[in-house]
């Protein structure tokens, strides 16, 4: 599949998901509002309430999204047969129901709290709060377009071909573009390493926009003949640019704090599973059946 449709429809499927939820959220408001000691006297607790076939519901289902994000782990490993698609793709579908499951969880568990279950429903947030900032950190590691790591000497050849490109398309002048090579270099004062790595990418990203603000008005004055589609097409080339130059600089840094993340990340993903696992085991146990 395409990556413009693949991203179409995804963005359709976060729409439609976050809008049910928030439409759900809103519908149980006052019930979820309610101190837990007065609920059994609410109009929506046969519903709403955790084994009620609303809350059940979202349980089962958050559940499931939870087990199916399992399957990025299965396909980078070519388990379960999965061979086929683009990682790229695969980690974004894993986001997406790292993202609505514990959402819909949150339905499901009305705000009861307690006991061995609440460690599993916190270790799923540090999770998934967690997989945000993975997610910040798997971006500065230059991949190609199938998502697969590239090296060194592969970036180098990019940063030429994009040069290369600049010259070619648009006849902007050698002078010119060391003057633009100049500007969208990231400039940091000292080697960073490990996590202080991680606080220089962040403050580059806070000053990029000034930096490109800048470098627009440096175009626009010395081509002003070009037309907007060319000065569009000449920023995007640049900040591609300018993000493999720092992707380049940082590239030990920021891999090492990537694996630093992988073990602190999977450990939680482990104790939220198997506690969610026996939580459903003892439920299924003592009856509880939802439609089926
Ligand atoms: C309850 C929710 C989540 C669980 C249980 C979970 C679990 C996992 C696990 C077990 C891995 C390791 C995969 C592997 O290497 O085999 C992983 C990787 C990852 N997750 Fe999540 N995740 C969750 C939510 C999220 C969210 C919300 C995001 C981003 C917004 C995210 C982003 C990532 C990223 C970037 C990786 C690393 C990918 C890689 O190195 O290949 N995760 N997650």
Do not use: C
Request: net charge positive.
């Amino acid at each position: 599949m395409k990556a413009k449709v693949f991203n179409s429809l995804l963005g359709l499927l976060y729409i439609a998901a976050i809008g049910a939820i928030i439409y759900l959220a809103v519908y149980g408001y006052e019930y979820y509002m309610t101190p837990i000691i007065e609920r059994p006297h609410a109009e929506l607790h046969t519903s709403l309430k955790p084994g009620g076939i609303f809350g059940h519901g979202y349980g089962v289902i958050g559940s499931a999204f939870i087990l199916l994000l399992f399957l990025y782990s299965a396909r980078k490993r070519f388990l379960l047969g999965l061979r086929f698609g683009n990682i790229r793709k695969w980690l974004n579908v894993h986001i997406f129901f790292g993202i609505i499951g514990p959402l819909l969880i949150t339905l499901h568990t009305a705000g009861k709290l307690h006991g061995l279950v609440s460690i599993s429903y916190f270790s799923m947030l540090a999770v998934m709060f967690s997989g945000i900032i993975g997610r910040y950190i798997y971006i500065q590691i230059p991949r190609d377009e199938e998502g697969q790591e590239l090296a060194l000497g592969q970036l180098d050849q990019k940063h030429e071909e994009l040069s290369n490109m600049l010259i070619e398309n648009y006849d902007i002048s050698k002078k010119s573009i060391d003057r633009i090579n100049r500007m969208i270099e990231p400039k940091f004062s000292h080697d960073s390493k490990g996590i202080f790595a991680l606080f220089v990418i962040i403050t580059d990203d806070i000053q990029r926009p000034f930096r490109f603000w800048k470098l627009k008005r440096y175009i626009t004055k010395t081509y002003p003949a070009f037309p907007p589609k060319a000065i569009r097409r000449i920023m995007h080339l640049s900040k591609t640019k300018s993000l493999m130059l720092r992707r380049r600089k940082f590239l030990g840094a920021v891999t090492n704090v990537f694996h630093l993340w992988h073990v602190i990340h999977k450990p939680f993903a482990w104790i939220m599973i198997i506690i969610m696992l026996i939580h459903v085991t003892i439920t299924v146990l003592m009856g509880y059946k939802w439609v089926f």
